[in-house]
Each structure stands twice: as C-alpha cells, then as structure tokens.
C-alpha cells in the first residue's frame, strides 16, 4: 500500500463568486437540459461523453458489456473502520486502486496535522473532514488547469439509490443500510453504505449521473463537503473517479498513458491499471513508476516527473518486473553508490565482476586511475575470486555515511479488505523495523511478501510485529 515515510450527501449546492461570475450551466451525462431551458446540440455531445467515459474506465469488454460482479465490487463508497477509526474498509478485491491512495493521503494529512499521539482516534465530524480534505487535495492535484474547473460527477436530482425508485423491489433491509436524503435525516442518524443495491445494473447507474462544474479552490472545498454523503454512500468510489478523470480531461489522460486502449480498470478482472494508480497519486496518468521519461526505440516512454507527497513500494519489484527510484527522498551518496553498483549488476547478485569496476567508479566520479583501481581490487578482492562484493565497495568508500533513516521506526500494516484480517477486523497491524547495515549481522525475522516488499527500499530490513501474525497483503 501507499506509505507515509515517518511509518510509513448531498446537500444545498452553492457557489462563491467566482463560480456566479464565469456561469456555466450544469450538465447532465445524460440529459440535455441545463438550467437555462434546453438546448439541442448538448445531447449528443453529452451522450458521446458518457460513451468516452466508459471506454477508458471499462475498455470495451468482448462480451459486450462489463460484467455485473466486476461493477458491484467497485459501487461501494468511503466507509470508515469500526474497529479502525482512521482507517477505509474495502469490500471487495478491485476498488483497492482507488480506496488505497485515498487511504494514503488520508493518513499523510492526519499524521501531519494532528497530534501523533491521537493519530488513531477520530470523531465522526473528524473522519468528516479528514475524508473531505483528502478529497479535494486529491482533485487539485489532477486539474489540469484552473481555468477548466473542478468537475464532480453526482447523482441526478431525486435519482440516488436512497432517494429514487431505481431498483422496483428495493426491500426493507436494504433501505436500513442505505442512507435517506439529508433533509430527512440527522447527522446522528446517516450511516454508511457499503455496496449499491443488487439491481442497480451498470447501465442503469451510467443514466442517471449528473456533472457539476465550480472554478475555484474554495469552491471545490465546499462542494465536496457537501457531497459527503454521495462519496460515504452507494458508488461513492466510482463517483469520486469519474469526478477526477473529468476534472483531469479524458483527452490528457488518453495522451499520458502509454497504450491509449488499455482501460483504468481491467474489463476481465476488475483491478485497477498503474495508470490509475499513478493519476490519484501524481495527477498524472502515466503507465510507468520510474523517474522522468526514458527512450526505448525511439518511442518516449512516461514516468514520474514531480516526487508526490506519498508514494509507494510494490512486491513487482521484489519479483524484477520493476524498477523504482528513491520515493521517500533526495538520494544520499552511498544510496546513489549503491544503485550504480546495481545497475552493473541486473541480477542482483549483489556482486560484479572486478573487470566492471572501473566502470563503476567512473560512474562514481571516483578516482579511476588504473593504478588506484588495480589498488582497489586486491583490497576488495583478496582472494582473488574475480568478483567484487557490494557490501565492502561501500564500506570501502563510504564508511560514514548516513541516509538520514533512523535504525528503527513503527511500522503499521494496512489492509482494507476484512477477510484479510484477523477475525475480519480491519486494523492496523503494528511493528517495529530495524533498519541494519550490509555489515550488520542478519536477525532473521520472516520472509513473508510484507518484508519483501519493503526490502526494495531498504534491503537490510527487518520486521518485528506485535502479533503473533504477521500481516496478509492479499
């Protein structure tokens, strides 16, 4: 998941005067009505919204339509732990591409602005705000400029599950988990709603969504607010991704991922793309996680050009189908020493030919005189096995150094999904790291995909949780 470095309803719609000054009427994804009467063209050009909509967040499926047990795993909304209270639930495997980021920013703006003490415990107004801030930040980040605005894609007037005739049997216990329209309700009363009803079809959802446009920050700030209950409720997932790719521009998005057909969401499995990943974190869709964009056959290949406020770590790395650069900070020398040593070593051996290590000193803008570097490798290699070990080349040059990473922080493991939980809780899992040192001898802990994952930040580490479980990433 995302990490932090330390431990890693609708409402009355106003506007502020910058919106009331630049008026634009309010369109609906499928209606051509706006408030100043009708007007004829806006159908169609609404319609093939709707239409360019679906294909880059679905594909186009060879079945014909995306099925309905993908699209019922990806309609829940933001619902809050209640055993975690700074924590998001995820219901089923998919949405994790979105509820993830979220998570992370989340707690980046708790941590960061609160007392670390209190970090964990929220009040229902707390979660409110917390949840909204994210929100906004997170749609500030994707504007691709802020003469376009801030769109939200909302439900209809009178067509949400709660607050409509969308589904014609609509039984009793669906409608206790669903809440009822805020005029109606006190804030003590509103909960949560984890899944769409079973027969709010994918068809039926995409007809009855609705496209607001404000222009400012303030603005945004406040209607997001207002749509507390929207992205707490039924699809509030979905609605909050739709409000971002249009605040991005489907046109921009199209043009920073790497293969323009390649879906946000896996027609077939349901998992959202790096591309995906990538918008909510950056604000950019691109399709790779390296540092700036790289040529590779004369076609440019897009990468991260602006280090975001969280970042992440993936066991693709661990398994080599990835490579990352630092997330977390600007690179230490011997950090950098290291990572020029490996790129002469791609299979991560840990070692390299001594014939290499010219090369790498050069690389280093150490001395590389042939006299010194023959100096060099006897001292490495006594023995005279012909390779050169990464562990006393930076010994070797970089004795002293230090990255600015304690030897040991905490460690809290988040996994959204309850059935990954112990007895279905979602909780944090808590643990210390121990950050050791290539010549430090090893304490094995565990080898489990947690660990390895974080190996590809730190290779030395080791974790120590406080349970007798160690934490489940599926």
Sequence with gaps: MPQVHTALGSGVLRFGRDFIKNRQPLLSLHDSRTEEGVTKDLKPIMSELNKEMVDLVWGKPSGGGVSTSIFRRWSQGFVFSEHEQTALKQFEGGPCAVIAPVQAFLLKNILFNREHSTWRQMSEEEQKMALCSTLSEILESACASPSTGFCFVTWAKGQSPYTSTLSKTQTQSQTQDMPRPESSQSPQEQQPTALAAEDLGFEQFHSVLHKRTVLSVSDLREEVLSLYQSWRGCCGVLLFLYSVILT???????????????????????HGSQSLVNLLITGHAVSNVWDGDRECSGMKLHGIHKQASVGFLTLMESLRYCKEMSLVGPESPSEQARRVFQSFDPEDNGFIPESLLEDVMKALDLVSEPEYVSLVKSKLDPESLGIILLGPFLLEFFPDQDSGIPD????????????SNHKERVEYVEGTALVLGFEDPMVRTDDTPVKRCLQTKWPYIELLWATNLSPSMN
């Design 248 to 270: 991005k521009g489907i046109e921009n998005i199209r043009n920073e991922i790497q293969d323009p057909t390649e879906p946000l969401i896996d027609p077939i499995h349901g």
């Design 408 to 419: 040991s922080f905490p460690i809290y493991h988040y996994n959204g999904l309850k059935q």
